[in-house]
């Protein structure tokens, strides 16, 4: 099996680790100290098509391929993990469900708003009594002539605020338990929709992670994404895709981890020189860096290559 990049691949690579480099490091601890997430910065990811990298171009897309959207959520948290989950959670939570079942409507209206960054997605799952155990859920939604009434609270919503698309799902018969679980696109400006209180986290920090409240939340009646009652079978499909995404962020993450401990050792003198010169250290280094060959790596002299 050949796991070389393409020529298309290395170019994406390039272009993002570029991005990266230039637009989100120099502020990244900054925004992270002060748990500030730069709209400004996803607005430059648009401009470069990287908000639609899967998505076809009929809908806004690059038309591009999944390996192409994991590579530029691996070198964007390999900088800032805080901008990689805002994009992972935008396409991987927030896109998917609509491309996979949403309607011509739906797809038209809504993901090529995502893929075109005029939008940003959230994905709406987990409530304070229920996480994993899913199906134990109460945010309900009943049909009111022409339009769904949701009531109930998610927390955890990464993008929260930000975000103007939510998928969110909710109990439409709660009698049927995972069941009768329903899944619903709503807007920002929904009537009864609000953005409540913003989590304190000890890491990845500017990337906004709130509740978000329903209270008598009137959602029109084309907004049911997929049938009543598959609710529970997205959000699962929708999880196992967002996998790649935050395996993604974290190979990512521990490339940049690597990188910063390559260049402490080259700056840091101990007993005259650099520790990478060091055979404890340059040992480490040399072993992650001769299994990866983009990184750098320490000769059997014990220098730098």
Known sequence: MNFLLSKEHQMMQKMVREFALNECEPTAAQRDEEEYFDIKIWHKMAELGLCGIPWPEEYGGAGADYLSY???????????????????????????PVYKFGTEHQKRKYLRAMAEGKNMGAYCLTESGSGSDASGMRTTAV????????????????????????????????????????TFIVEKGFPGFSVGKKEKKLG????????????????????LLGQVGEGFQIAMMTLDGGRNGIASQAVGIAQG?????????KDRVQFGKPISSLQAISIQISRYGHKNRSCPFIDVSGSMA
């Open 70 to 96: 994991v590579i530029a959520v691996e070198e964007l948290s390999r900088v800032d993990a805080s901008i990689g989950a805002a994009l992972s959670a935008h396409t991987s939570l927030a896109g998917w």
């Open 143 to 182: 049909l009111d002539g022409d339009e769904w009434v949701l009531n109930g609270s998610k927390i955890f919503i990464t993008n929260g605020g930000y975000a103007d698309t939510y998928i969110v799902f909710a109990q439409t018969n709660s009698a049927l338990k995972h069941k009768g679980i329903s």
């Open 204 to 223: 990845i920090r500017s990337s906004a992670t709130t509740e978000v409240i329903f209270e008598d939340c009137r959602v029109p009646k084309d907004n």
């Open 257 to 265: 981890a690597f990188d910063n401990a390559v260049a402490f050792a």
